[in-house]
């Protein structure tokens, strides 16, 4: 389940907390440094299906087309960048990036 994070107050707290619990002690200073390079995008936690899939994602919208995000997985300390563009109609491309792998889809999706 993801669970995003609002502006409010003690919303930063959730993450650097989590980021504590994970060993990662500045975890504030990440968030200062990820928010200051990223102003206005989305910080959230994201849980996968195991319980060593936690990680801390930041998500800009650059256009109403095009975003970016970065998920730092806070057990094993990987890192994966995704852009997305959507070129309308239902086609859009998704790719994402780390040091072990590089994917690149081309998605066409539609509703009945």
Known sequence: ???????????????????ERAGLGGGN???????????????????G??????SVVIL??????????YDFNLFTNDGLFNVSYNFGSGFSVQTSNSFETNLAELVYSFER
């Not at 389940?1 to 980021?19: C, K, N, Q, T, Y």
């Open 49 to 54: 299906d195991g319980g060593d899939d936690r």
């Open 60 to 69: 800009k919208q650059l256009t109403d087309n095009l975003s970016i995000s």
């Open 29 to 47: 200073r990440l968030l200062d440094q990820l928010t200051g390079i990223l102003p206005d995008a989305q910080l959230y936690v994201s849980s």
């Open 1 to 19: 389940m993801d669970r995003p994070l609002g502006a409010g107050e003690g919303s930063s707290g959730i993450v650097a907390s989590a980021l």
